[in-house]
């Protein structure tokens, strides 16, 4: 079946540095747009970054681009977002997904085929 496992979450200090990896099966993934997404407690579900399948990048939310660092590597069908200088209002589940490459990354949330089970950062002192 096509899977997104998401995994690299845990407890961290305000500061920290966490590295989520995003491991796709059954389906390749240089064929598809990437998006990751958070949701935080009690919150809805924002996106965060979109890469598309010929490698041009959407940041959904720009003011993270600089602690947050998204990449691919199709060769090893893993997206990873690099996650640097961790604040408390990080903290969130933190969800990959996947959508047949089109000729923009997707808006609409159910335009997203493939979603990963999340993984949990939480960042505290």
């Known amino acids: 079946q096509l899977q997104l496992v998401e995994s690299g979450g845990g407890l961290v200090q305000p500061g920290g540095s966490l590295r989520l990896s995003c491991v796709a099966s059954?389906?390749?993934?240089?064929?598809?747009?990437i998006g990751w997404f958070r949701q935080a407690p009690g919150g809805e579900r924002w996106g965060l970054f979109c890469i598309r399948s010929n490698g041009d990048s959407v940041h959904y939310q720009h003011s993270l681009a600089g602690r947050y660092t998204f990449s691919r590597d199709n060769a090893k069908n893993t997206v990873t977002l690099q996650l640097n200088s961790l604040k408390a209002e990080d903290t969130a589940a933190y969800y990959c997904?996947?959508?047949?490459?089109?000729?923009?990354?997707?808006?609409?949330?159910?335009?997203?085929?493939?979603w990963g089970q999340g993984t949990q950062v939480t960042v505290s002192s």
């Open positions: 997904a996947a959508a047949p490459a089109g000729d923009t990354c997707p808006v609409a949330r159910d335009q997203w085929q493939y």
């Open positions: 059954g389906f390749n993934l240089d064929y598809y747009d």
